[in-house]
């Protein structure tokens, strides 16, 4: 994504450390490279902003999620004001919909969340501060599968992150809004994921 213009050295540094982890990998970039990637000759500027590598992520993730959880948030209460807080598809389309509908075209956030996704030990970055909303999605998710065993509901939530996180990363910096097919198939996909039928034996210890 290009750096906003008047942008801090922070920010610059994070746009362009998401950038290359998305397309590099995160254990294949050095914060080095991350400091000369944001225009910055110090080659200690990203420990002098962030420490190490692991606070770094946590920042990109904090600068992305806010604008996210807050569209996330607002589609959520515009469910429970017409009455559908446990319409799965609508609560399956705030999950979605935020992530696929930056306005954007040059982004690499998707392809970051991508990269962590595959990164065992990293991906509990997912729980950043300002994901509350997702919070709120997984609740209510939980409450309209309440009749399956918890081990299913935990392996399809587990199943639904990676299946829209790499659809969603495979499309990035395309035009898309709400009703673009492949967007409308996705949240399909996730509904059929969720809500179906569960063999009897892979609930069996």
């Keep these: 994504m290009?750096?906003?213009t008047g942008a801090t050295t922070a920010e610059r540094i994070?746009?362009?450390?998401?950038?290359?982890?998305?397309?590099?990998?995160?254990?294949a970039v050095s914060l080095r490279e991350v400091g000369a990637e944001a225009g910055q000759r110090n080659s200690g500027v990203v420990q002098y902003?962030?420490?190490?590598?692991?606070?770094?992520l946590a920042?990109?993730?904090?600068?992305?999620?806010?604008s996210i959880n807050d569209a996330r948030t607002r589609m959520l209460a515009e469910l429970d004001a017409d009455g559908r807080?446990?319409?799965?598809?609508?609560i399956l389309e705030a999950f979605i919909l935020p992530l696929a509908?930056?306005?954007?075209?040059?982004?690499?956030?998707?392809?970051?969340?991508?990269?962590?996704?595959?990164?065992p030990l990293r991906r509990t970055g997912f729980s950043s501060a300002a994901a509350s909303s997702l919070r709120d999605v997984w609740g209510r998710i939980g409450q309209a599968l309440a009749g399956l065993p918890d081990d299913v509901v935990a392996d399809?939530?587990?199943?639904l992150v990676n299946m829209a996180i790499r659809t969603v990363a495979d499309h990035e910096g395309e035009a898309t809004r709400p009703g673009t097919p492949w967007l409308v198939h996705l949240v399909d996909a996730s509904l059929?994921?969720?809500?179906?039928?569960?063999?009897?034996?892979a609930t069996q210890s």
């Design 2 to 4: 290009q750096t906003p």
């Design 49 to 56: 902003h962030f420490g190490d590598k692991e606070k770094l």
């Design 14 to 27: 994070i746009v362009a450390a998401e950038r290359l982890f998305s397309e590099r990998g995160l254990n």
């Design 85 to 90: 807080s446990g319409d799965l598809c609508a």
């Design 156 to 159: 399809r939530l587990s199943m």
């Design 59 to 66: 920042a990109i993730l904090d600068y992305r999620m806010q």
């Design 101 to 119: 509908t930056d306005d954007a075209t040059d982004t690499h956030y998707v392809r970051f969340l991508s990269q962590l996704l595959a990164d």
């Design 192 to 201: 059929g994921l969720l809500t179906a039928p569960v063999t009897p034996t």
